[in-house]
């Protein structure tokens, strides 16, 4: 480009849009207690190999007791091979973390992909598009997941792959609705007039306006992939070297923590998993309503 | 004598976070019983909001000054029920747009017999009520079985008959109508009018009618009130004040609306003979398009029309709403394949790959009616104008030939208007931008699909100027679409009449609209509001 006047003014606006959206959500109580959260735990998550000492995660290393009570040598208590409760969750998180994000990730990349190619090209593509999402919607995602682990090697890709392939359904309904309304806009015939292809008009005009309504659903679907991603990891379909939440709620079951009243071993990661998904939960429905005028201003 | 609506000193203000906004100043009119006023002005001026500060009807956020007497009560004094009292049984509205006026999810009948039933001190019987309604359907001429219809079966005209026979129901002493026919095309406005004025005489109501058409108003009422920035400038009887305005604004709210047939509102020269001139750059022949809906029913919108439009012309396409002109507008777009006919640009047909309709675009550009959604809400206006050179790839000196083409669309100076989102302009300035970005790819014609349909009477005059004034210097063809024949006749060279889905005359403006051979024609022109002209 010739001169920076222009595009640099376009530049010097679009923080100000942004710095308009942090505005109405920093109005959000509960988005905002959710976002505080959640940033402290990812950068505990992220920080734990600089803080602690994986080896202390390693059986063969550790000499403590099995299943010692909280006390001042470990804060939550010893699990049954004698590791710090704390360390597990601690090292827990990240695991719990990343396989959420990830196939909230893989499943917004799908629902996205199905949704705006079913809208824009409609017709036969839309049908069969649409057939095959309800299928997918149909399936019983828990049973189709477990499927997925069992014939898959074990780990966390396929957890990932499994949580993912089961949850883009409902994003790429909600793509598809909000690309069919985004198509009947003056703008887009406007675009189309002007000589613009398939690719011009979906980029410059139906993603743009479509994503910031995948990123509010996306916040929400990790939720529900942590959730998924510990009842795997329960049933025992996670990878068996990592420690994750669930994984640490199946070898509290497997071991007899529960009956032995060794609740110290139960409650971190399931509060772990409560309060993250609860965080997730929060900061999904404020960008919601911050993105969704029409959420904005009711019951105030 | 007692006055049914008498307002003396009334003002609102807004309530913003900077600070109270002035929108309705110090407004004294009068209103006897029986009597009619019509209220002009144009969007924004405080019209709606004054008539809806009589029934107290404002957010909370407003603030009424001054007294507002209805049947001689101070409307302010009323207690919560004695307002409710009043409402509907004394002062009752038919609202702007009644698609959205009326509940979606429930029949006509229902909607009719709320208010009679909300006012009746005891239940009313079923029968009675339906006796009611039959009455009202009868008085605003729609068949009485059409009360067992819901909104979407019925059509725009006669959802707001329904309108009207809503706000007949408890025989109020005064009826305002909002802008009752505004989304309406003149054939049916005309009849909406008719039907209006008619029920209102019958019942010696009065009627207080807003609109910023001032024809629409002088067919109507006796007597006018301008406003202009929530102030009532000029007020009077209707024949004075058309006739020899006083105020600048009226004389602009009347020459907004040329009137068919007037040498003085016809701003181009037609004279030049413009049938048979060859040389047609964007020819449909025998162009039809035939829709298939959700249960397999055939609409054919558009059948075997000819059309041409040549070099350096202005062609208007005139017609009511729905008789397919937005079709064939998106036909000699390429933006619809008709199913029999061709389309051809200087004698070539555009083909079907890609790169030849693009070419082909880039000769064809369309200006759509509504410019607040043609603006992609997110792009600057720079990214707006711009976006046609980007899709030719044809970035070349992008910034120079952006600001040309705002420049050429009156937006001056360019520098001002390049780093604003659509939101931050008025609706002729958005108009503009549209104009802007299809000028910035040259083309040799341009299709206008109601350019002004949704725009206020002045900026219309000046989105109208831009347009003739491309003509001149650029001999730009366009191709306007519009219902409206008072601008058919103020811009075009020739016109050409379709009713569903056929063009039943075509020729030079001169001629179709002054004698017009097909009774189509003639209706429309019929329907058509006019104005005692202005002497100026």
Known sequence: MTTGGPSADVRARRPSTLAEGWRAYRNERGGVFGLAVLVLVVLLALSAPLLTDPAGLDVTRVEDAPLQPPGAGHWLGTDESGRSVLLLTWWGARVSLLVGSCAAALSMVIGTLVGVTAAHFGGWTDTVLLRLTDFFLVLPALVLAIALSTVLSRGVFTIVLAIGVTSWPQTARLVRAQTLTVQTRPYVERARALGGGHRHVLGRHVLPAVLPLVFATTTLTVASAIIAESTLSFLGLGDPSRTSWGAMLKSAMDTGAVTAGAWWYLLPPGLGIAVVVLAFTLCGRALETVLNPRLRGEGR | ?536
């Open chain 2, 1 to 536: 004598m007692t006055s049914v609506l008498r307002l003396c000193d009334v003002s609102v203000d807004y309530a913003t976070p900077a600070g109270p906004r002035r929108v309705v100043d110090r407004v004294n009119l009068g209103l006897d019983p029986g009597g009619t006023l019509g209220l002009a002005g144009e969007s924004g001026c405080g019209k709606t909001t004054l008539a809806l500060a009589v029934l107290r009807l404002l957010p909370r956020t407003a603030r009424v000054r001054g007294r507002v007497l209805l049947n001689e009560q101070d409307v302010s004094q009323l207690t919560w029920g004695g307002l409710r009292a009043v409402r509907w049984a004394g002062a009752s509205v038919v609202f702007q747009g009644a698609m959205h006026a009326l509940n979606p999810v429930r029949t006509v009948f229902d909607q009719i017999a709320e208010p009679v039933r909300v006012h009746s001190v005891e239940r009313p019987a079923v029968s009675a009520l339906r006796e009611r309604v039959r009455e009202l359907l009868e008085r605003v001429e729609l068949p009485p079985e059409r009360a067992r219809a819901y909104p979407h079966e019925l059509s725009g005209g006669q959802r707001q008959r329904v309108m009207i026979a809503m706000a007949l129901a408890c025989e109020p002493s005064l009826v305002i109508a909002d802008e009752p026919t505004t989304a309406l095309d003149v054939v049916v406005q005309a009849q909406v009018m008719d039907v209006l004025r008619r029920a209102v005489r019958e019942r010696g109501a009065a009627l207080l009618m807003i609109s910023h058409d001032l024809s629409v108003l002088a067919g109507t009422c006796h007597r006018l009130a301008v406003m202009y920035r929530g102030a009532v400038v000029e007020q009077g009887e209707t024949a004075r004040l058309v006739t020899a305005p006083e105020h600048r604004h009226t004389r602009e709210l009347a020459a907004a609306f040329p009137t068919v047939g007037d040498a003085g509102s016809r701003h181009v020269d037609g004279s030049a003979g413009s049938e048979g001139r060859g040389n047609a750059l964007l020819s449909a022949r025998g162009v039809g398009v035939t829709f298939v809906d959700r249960s397999r029913t055939r609409t054919r919108a558009v059948r075997n029309v000819d059309l041409e439009v040549c070099a350096d012309e202005t062609v208007a396409l005139v017609g009511q709403s729905g008789s397919g002109k937005t079709t064939l507008a998106r036909t000699l777009l390429g933006l619809c394949r008709p199913d029999t006919g061709r389309v051809r640009y200087r004698g070539v047909e555009p083909g079907s790959s890609s790169g030849s309709l693009r070419e082909f675009r880039r000769q064809v550009q369309l200006v759509a009616q509504d410019p607040t959604g043609a603006l992609n809400p997110r792009h600057t206006v720079y990214e707006a104008v711009a976006e046609g050179l980007r899709i030719h790839r044809d970035v070349v000196g992008e910034a120079e030939r952006v600001r040309a083409a705002l420049e050429a669309a009156e937006l001056r100076p360019a520098a001002d208007f390049v780093g604003r989102f659509p939101h931050e302009l008025s609706g002729g300035q958005r108009q503009r931008v549209v104009i802007a970005g299809a000028l910035v790819l040259e083309p040799a014609v341009l299709v206008a699909d109601e350019p002004v349909a949704s725009l206020d009477a002045t900026v219309r005059g000046e989105i109208l100027e831009l347009l003739l004034g491309l003509r001149r210097r650029r001999g730009l063809s366009v191709l306007v679409i519009t219902h409206d024949l008072g601008l058919a006749w103020s811009i075009a060279d020739r016109v050409a009449v379709m009713r569903a889905g056929e063009l039943v005359e075509q020729g030079p403006v001169e001629r179709v609209l002054t004698e017009p051979e097909h009774e189509y024609t003639r209706a429309l022109l019929a329907a058509v509001p006019s104005l005692p002209r202005v002497v100026d």
